[in-house]
């Protein structure tokens, strides 16, 4: 379960101020996956950094009663100047995961060979996603938060993410963003529409799709 407890999100910049959120107050059921819609700038990806602790709240708290991943793919955790597998060892030990094993698990799935004992800022893209998203699927969460599903690697490499994924998401819940309505329809059953501030939860996904398609048009 993750409650927010009359929450508030200012940025102020600039001279301007923009509210996400103002005094908000829901809960995301444990056992419901939940997608998140908003027209472009209402706050879709800020809910998630902020649910997942890398997004600091204006006032107001989040309580988390379940184990909940960051952003996957998510690389702003990880230390440029310190090699994969010191990155892996370090979050592995803040997760209280074997850092045996999660280490294994990235060297094998991210197939970066030699360059796992090299900083992180050296790697390709490719291998910085490969490397992110094997960090992603190797600690068990409750709760994975997604902001936009994207493609890693060639075909081979994508089907072997797809595979590891089903595992992880059989045993999770999901909340994710995304501006593609089919994927939020096939890993979502409940809706969350982000608009001036207010988030409404909506119990059926497609309730939440047909309020958000009005208030983009």
């Given at each position: 379960m993750?409650r927010f407890?009359?929450?508030t999100?200012?940025?102020k910049?600039?001279?301007h101020?923009r509210?996400?959120?103002?005094?908000?107050s829901f809960?995301?059921r444990?056992g419901?996956?939940?997608?998140?819609?908003g027209?472009?700038g209402?706050?879709?990806s800020?809910m998630?950094r902020?649910m997942?602790g890398s997004?600091?709240?204006t006032?107001?708290r989040?309580?988390?009663t379940?184990?909940v991943s960051?952003?996957l793919?998510?690389?702003?955790g990880f230390h440029?100047?310190?090699?994969?597998?010191?990155?892996?060892?370090f979050?592995a030990?803040?997760?209280?995961?074997d850092?045996?094993k999660?280490?294994?698990?990235?060297?094998?799935?991210a197939?970066?060979?030699?360059?796992?004992?090299v900083?992180?800022r050296?790697?390709?893209?490719?291998?910085?996603s490969?490397?992110?998203?094997?960090?992603?699927?190797a600690?068990?969460?409750?709760t994975?938060?997604i902001?936009?599903?994207?493609?890693?690697g060639?075909a081979?490499?994508?089907a072997?993410c797809e595979e590891?994924?089903?595992?992880?998401?059989a045993?999770a819940d999901?909340?994710?963003?995304?501006h593609?309505m089919?994927?939020?329809r096939?890993?979502?059953?409940?809706?969350?529409v982000?608009?001036n501030?207010r988030?409404v939860?909506y119990?059926d996904?497609?309730?939440?799709?047909?309020?958000?398609?009005r208030?983009?048009?």
């Amino acid at each position: 379960m993750i409650r927010f407890e009359n929450v508030t999100k200012v940025y102020k910049t600039s001279g301007h101020r923009r509210t996400v959120l103002d005094r908000a107050s829901f809960t995301m059921r444990s056992g419901v996956s939940y997608g998140i819609l908003g027209i472009n700038g209402a706050g879709k990806s800020t809910m998630i950094r902020m649910m997942a602790g890398s997004e600091g709240l204006t006032k107001g708290r989040i309580i988390r009663t379940s184990r909940v991943s960051w952003p996957l793919g998510f690389a702003g955790g990880f230390h440029p100047m310190m090699t994969g597998k010191e990155n892996a060892i370090f979050v592995a030990r803040v997760y209280g995961e074997d850092p045996r094993k999660v280490l294994d698990f990235v060297s094998d799935f991210a197939e970066i060979g030699d360059y796992i004992n090299v900083p992180i800022r050296t790697y390709s893209s490719g291998m910085s996603s490969r490397f992110n998203f094997g960090m992603s699927m190797a600690i068990p969460f409750d709760t994975y938060l997604i902001d936009e599903i994207t493609s890693v690697g060639d075909a081979r490499f994508q089907a072997r993410c797809e595979e590891v994924w089903s595992k992880r998401r059989a045993n999770a819940d999901i909340i994710m963003c995304s501006h593609n309505m089919d994927v939020l329809r096939q890993y979502s059953t409940e809706g969350i529409v982000l608009a001036n501030g207010r988030a409404v939860i909506y119990s059926d996904i497609n309730d939440a799709i047909e309020v958000y398609q009005r208030l983009n048009q």
